[in-house]
């Protein structure tokens, strides 16, 4: 067991047993459960959606160098700047090389887990330029010095107390500020910086190859103000995010809705083509889109676990999960948390550091069963975890003891071998470490073999 692999296993202790974290989260939880359950009602064939994004998803992936190619000959047309960037680390290069070029001094950011993914915001200050998230959710927990707490809900680990508090600290407002009075707030002082600033930066919900465009899902216009005001628009995009043709994005909108929040379709949705064109009054001067690899294309080679990548991002699998729902977003240490995270994790920032993850679910399949994209999320977990003991983490320990419990199990009446009193010690011990500290199994008595035999 590494330092990862045993400071999550801490994490996760603390956080389950802090009631007030789990209060907030159901209760949060619930409102999302209503509205999904609400928005799956408006289908009158929810399976038909859902094959339609499946299979399209994946006929994407199937021709994924052939797509972004074609995005990039037709985007490229309209004076948009295409960049590559294989890992973080260029993306962050080619980010302060914009910057540089047009002389920013303050950068307005819409919500994106890609730009997470590349700590765009730290890198951009390192360099000296101020980045302002303008997503709500994303605004709180960066005046809080947090990152995201879900990929959809950014500070959805917080109440409307935790809110009145943060802000009474940082900007000295009434603490009993209803939740309107908190939003408008916000509006005044973001609608301040989207004029003053010389940067827009939005991530892609979906990249559109026949018609060369990037697609943008919100519900409060904040993308459209980040893109709107400022001279320069950025996208970046990871490059999985690709889907056929713009006749599909009519389909993949309201999945996509949904699933994440429960909407019939979101409130702002925009697909951007490239900068304003002569005559146009508002849009930006230049547009650059950054595609984004980061370990995708060798996640693409794997047999089995390349499917993960037709995921949307509804967080849906989060949403279901009943180790996220206990053990929380900021436990798993990871851009992406809950099941997904789980699965891609290994390969975005290596098996040693997140392998650990793919253990971190019961394979009760419900990840699956309300994923959209019709990933089989709970069985990739289960191929992470074979790949990590075959490659990565071999423990001749464990798997001593694996193949015995495997003789046991396919001989069952070793069980009864041995007394009742030498395995409850065993239990005791060895078994506490093993389960829980908070919880001990049963004391052996009679075999069920053996009771079960009296009965007859």
Not at 214 to 223: C, D, K, P, R
Not at 272 to 294: H, Q, R, W
Request: hydrophobic share 40%; net charge positive.
């Amino acid at each position: 067991m590494n330092k990862y692999y045993k400071k999550f296993l801490v994490d996760a202790d603390r956080v389950s047993k802090d009631l007030k974290h789990r209060k907030t989260i159901k209760f949060n939880m619930s409102k999302y459960d209503a509205a999904v359950e609400k928005g799956r009602m408006r289908y009158i064939n929810i399976e038909a959606a859902r094959n339609y994004v499946a299979a399209k998803k994946r006929e994407a992936l199937s021709e994924l160098d052939k797509n972004l190619l074609q995005f990039e000959e037709k985007i490229s047309k309209r004076g948009v700047e295409v960049l590559w960037a294989t890992d973080s680390k260029m993306a962050g290069h080619l980010i302060n090389e914009i910057i540089t070029n047009h002389n920013a001094k303050l950068i307005v950011k819409s919500k994106s887990m890609t730009t997470e993914e590349i700590e765009f915001n730290h890198r951009v200050e390192s360099i000296g330029v101020e980045s302002v998230e303008t997503d709500l959710g994303e605004y709180i927990v960066q005046i809080a010095g947090e990152k995201p707490y879900h990929i959809v809900t950014p500070a959805m680990h917080k109440s409307k107390i935790d809110v009145n508090e943060l802000f009474h600290e940082k900007f000295d407002c009434d603490i009993n500020l209803t939740a309107e009075e908190l939003t408008n707030y916000v509006r005044v002082k973001l609608r301040k910086l989207y004029q003053k600033a010389e940067i827009g930066v939005t991530g892609a919900n979906f990249i559109i190859s026949d018609i060369g465009a990037i697609a943008v899902t919100e519900n409060e216009g904040n993308a459209i103000m980040s893109t709107s005001f400022p001279k320069v628009h950025i996208a970046i995009a990871g490059i999985e995010k690709v889907i056929p043709t713009m006749r599909d994005l009519g389909r993949f909108w309201p999945v996509l809705a949904s699933h994440g929040t429960g909407q019939a379709v979101t409130v702002y949705n925009t697909i951007f083509t490239g900068a304003k064109k002569d005559g146009e009054n508002f849009g930006p001067e230049k547009m650059y889109v950054i595609l984004l690899d980061n370990k995708r294309t060798e996640l693409l080679k794997q047999p089995v676990q390349s499917d993960s990548l037709a995921c949307i991002r509804c967080g849906a699998c989060l949403n279901a999960c009943p180790v996220y729902r206990n053990i929380g977003g900021y436990t798993y240490e990871a851009t992406y948390g809950g099941p997904i995270g789980s699965m891609i994790s290994p390969f975005y920032q290596g098996f040693e550091k997140s392998a650990h993850l793919s253990y971190a679910c019961s394979i009760c399949g419900k990840c699956t069963e309300v994923c959209p994209a019709k990933i089989d999320i709970h069985m990739l977990l289960l191929h992470n975890r074979n790949q990590d003991v075959e490659f990565h983490n071999k423990n001749g320990i464990f798997g001593f003891i694996m193949k015995s419990f495997k003789r046991m199990a396919l001989n069952p009446f070793l069980f009864d071998i041995g007394f009742n009193g030498i395995k409850n010690f065993f239990l005791r011990t060895i078994g506490k470490n093993m389960f829980s500290k908070h919880r001990s199994l049963p004391p052996l008595q009679k075999s069920f073999r053996k009771t079960y035999k009296k009965s007859l």
